[in-house]
Each structure stands twice: as structure tokens, then as C-alpha cells.
């Protein structure tokens, strides 16, 4: 079980997290963003129960916050990945992530910064782009690239 990184709920890796009908009552309580989609209920990401880079509701969270593994954590678990290393990929994402952090503007709302980011390139893109907005547009677009693929290469979800 991982306590240390927290980027599976801050809305990086995934949007939504499922929830088994049972947990309904247990999410209301805790003031977790419900959503249903066609298949299952579930609650937004980013968790609003997020502290930092831990849960602060641990004890009590969705069944689905306790199983979950992402690919570095089990290859960590499976002595793949050492520990230094398992850290120097969480802090290179929490690193990019923060640098598009600074360039993206947050929404009214809490959201992920892939939707934060998607809202902003539409934004700037008003049809009528000057040459400097341009390269602001594509050099955003290409750190949003980067960092998907280093989440895809690192923490593999």
C-alpha cells in the first residue's frame, strides 16, 4: 500500500474513481464530488480529501483509494524498481506538474490540470492567434505531452 506520492488522486492519472454501491452513504459523508456514469457511481478527481501528498481521511476512504497500485508501486513491491528510484519518478512528475501548475490557470473548481490546461488552450485560442501566443500554445502543448508520456513511462497507470 502506497501513503507517499498521492498522484493518483490528484485527477493526473485518472478523472474519476469508482465506488461500489454500498460506499454511496460513506462518500456523501465525506463530501466526495458524485458523479454517475453509465456503468457505475463514482466521485471526481482530484480528491477534495487530499492533503498535501496524503489522504486525510485514510481510515475511513473508498475501497477503491485502498487497492489501488499503480505500475510503479507494484513493480516496487516486486523489488523491480528500488526505492530511490521509485522517488525520483514521483518527484520528476510532481516537478513537470508543477511547472504546468504555474503556466495553467485553475478553474473555478477544482479539476484536473488536464482539464484546467484543455480550457486554457481553448481559451487563448480565440481564431485570431498572434505569432507570440502561438508559441506559448504550442510550447504548452508540448509540455502537456511530455508529461503524459512521463507518467505513462513512470508511474505507468
Known amino acids: 500500500m502506497c501513503v507517499i506520492c498521492g498522484l493518483c488522486c490528484t485527477g493526473l492519472l485518472f ?5 461500489e454501491e454500498p460506499e454511496l452513504p460513506l462518500a456523501e459523508r465525506l463530501r466526495l ?9 463514482a466521485f471526481r478527481l482530484p480528491c477534495p480529501r487530499q492533503d498535501g501528498a496524503v489522504c486525510g481521511v485514510y ?5 477503491v483509494c485502498g487497492t489501488y497500485e499503480c505500475g510503479l508501486l507494484q513493480r516496487y513491491t516486486g523489488g523491480e524498481v ?3 528510484e521509485a522517488h525520483e519518478r514521483v518527484m520528476r512528475v510532481r516537478e513537470m506538474t508543477a511547472a504546468l501548475r504555474r503556466q495553467v490557470p485553475a478553474g473555478a473548481r477544482a479539476r484536473p490540470l488536464w482539464d ?9 485560442d480565440d481564431g485570431l492567434v ?7 500554445i504550442e510550447t504548452l502543448k508540448a509540455s502537456l505531452s511530455a508529461l503524459r508520456t512521463t507518467i505513462r513511462q513512470d508511474l505507468d497507470p
Open 130 to 136: 498572434q505569432p507570440e501566443r502561438q508559441r506559448e
Open 116 to 124: 484546467d490546461a484543455r480550457a486554457y488552450l481553448d481559451m487563448m
Open 82 to 84: 528500488s526505492l530511490g
Open 15 to 19: 478523472d474519476i474513481a469508482p465506488l
Open 59 to 63: 481510515a475511513t476512504r473508498p475501497k
Open 33 to 41: 464530488p458524485l458523479i454517475q456514469t453509465p456503468v457505475y457511481d
